[in-house]
């Protein structure tokens, strides 16, 4: 789960004595929550939409001024805004000292803020999370997850992880649990700092990327962000987001401007895991020129700071020469495939530049293909071996070898990929009883050359 899909265009603000929360809600418009293909099908508005619409609009007007009367503010967006900026709105209308932003699908338990707000009392610059359950779905029945802290992988896509080890070695689950970012779908944080760090990046659209970016901005410019095991909410972990297939274009869109403004050196693996270039990548992520100053006037640490001192989780591929799509100059449209991921084959397969087809060359000669793996709690990428026995190439552990050279390759592009165990070249080889009719082999070399796509650093002649 990556618990932001409820959009915004109707931000809910309710006044408690000292905290202010903000709930943020879906008016479903059609032509923004149906899939293209239930669009075609429904060319006019649908009774239950009206419903539904109907219920946010008027009904809700009613009720929140009927119960509660002067403390609870709606705030409407004109236009579809998407969340992020749906939940500055609700900010700019807050007057509490603390404020709260939670998803309209979270639910809270009992005691959930006076731990919040102890915290932030000690420490203002703390962003506190609520831990958070699961409500299911079809039941309604609330299951207690395990307390995680909240990462994410290169693509900047989040997901629990598990907490530090100096977290579980204290033993004591009602301590806070250092996170590198959240999941966004629950965060309290003191009004006046979190405008003081530049609130969310208004200049990310929809969903998705916000909630890292947040983390990486609090902790490299002298805050830290927590979850509290001791306050809990829960949340609905919807089967069906109410977003056009598109939000990966948002997702990728976004985490571009996390890492262009925050990532330095370590952009790059951003680039990476959505595997496009870093030069003209076919993203429009806009400007991020007033996000890039407010980094300089906050004066903030470094990505490798951040890296080192709170998540050192992460997988590093500093050390990448070249990544993308391979491809055989004998077999145009065909590119090199982690295949099935259960075998340890390495495959051409039609090109498509999924992450299957994501290879990566580095300098000390190693030739990974597949997902980066981002993280430790991860497998790594598996690298391409010639064992010296098969004339097939196999896909293993990188460390799943007897000797290192069989798993390292001399490569310059468009030239050769030969392997420095055996001196064998990686070739393409037609074969009637193969897929395609392509066999990927090792083989003495007959001069085939080899592309991969995106240059990060040129080596060292
Ligand atoms: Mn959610």
Redesign the pocket.
């Known amino acids: 789960?990556c618990?932001?899909?409820?959009d915004s265009h109707i931000g809910v603000f309710r006044k408690l004595c000292t905290a202010s929360v903000l709930i943020t809600l879906l008016c479903p418009k059609l032509e923004h929550s149906a899939t293209r293909s239930e669009k075609l099908k429904h060319s006019s508005i649908s009774p239950k939409h009206v419903l539904v619409c109907l219920e946010l609009k008027f009904n809700l007007d009613q009720y929140v001024n009927k119960r509660y009367p002067g403390l609870v503010k709606i705030v409407r967006n004109s236009k579809r805004e998407g969340l992020i900026r749906a939940r500055i709105q609700g900010w700019n209308a807050a007057t509490a000292p603390i404020v709260g932003f939670f998803?309209a699908?979270?639910e809270f338990n009992t005691a959930w803020a006076e731990p919040i707000l102890t915290r932030v009392k000690e420490d203002h610059t703390r962003i506190i999370l609520p831990a958070i359950d699961n409500i299911k779905y079809n039941t309604f029945e609330v299951q207690q997850y395990a307390n995680a802290a909240h990462g994410y992988n290169w693509g900047l896509w989040c997901m629990y992880i598990i907490p530090p080890q100096d977290w579980l070695d204290k033993g004591d689950e009602t301590a806070p649990i250092r996170t590198p970012a959240m999941i966004g779908?629950s965060f309290v944080v003191d009004r006046e700092y979190f405008g003081e760090i530049g609130l969310l990046d208004p200049g990310m659209e929809v969903y998705g990327g916000e909630n890292i970016e947040l983390g990486m901005r609090v902790w490299q410019c002298g805050g830290s962000m927590e979850v509290l095991p001791c306050a809990r909410v829960a949340?609905?972990?919807?089967t069906k987001k109410p977003y056009n297939n598109d939000i990966d274009y948002y997702a990728k869109r976004n985490a571009l401007r996390a890492a262009e403004v925050w990532m330095d050196e370590y952009k790059s693996h951003v680039y990476m895991a959505w595997n496009i270039p870093m030069n003209n990548p076919g993203v429009d992520f806009g400007d991020v020129s007033e996000r890039t100053a407010l980094r300089k006037r906050l004066k903030c640490r470094s990505f490798r700071w951040y890296l080192e001192h709170v998540y050192p989780e992460m997988r590093i591929y500093n050390n990448t020469i070249t990544y993308g799509e391979v491809r055989n100059s004998k077999a145009s449209g065909y590119c090199l495939d982690q295949g099935s991921e259960d075998d340890d084959k390495a495959i051409l397969y039609p090109c498509h530049g999924m992450s299957s087809q994501l290879a990566r060359y580095s300098t000390e000669g190693l030739l990974q293909l597949g997902p980066l793996g981002s993280t430790t709690f991860l497998p790594d990428t598996k690298c391409l071996i010639d064992d010296g026995r098969n004339r097939t190439p196999s896909l293993k552990k990188c460390d799943a070898v007897s000797r290192t050279s069989q798993r390292l390759w001399d490569f310059t592009q468009n030239g050769p990929i030969i392997s420095r165990d055996t001196g064998r070249c990686l070739e393409v080889e037609m074969a009637k009883d193969a897929n395609f009719g392509l066999r990927l082999v090792v083989q003495r070399c007959s001069g085939q050359k080899w592309m991969i796509r995106n240059w990060i650093k040129h080596p060292r002649h």
């Open positions: 789960m618990g932001r899909e409820s998803d699908h979270v779908c949340h609905i972990e919807r």
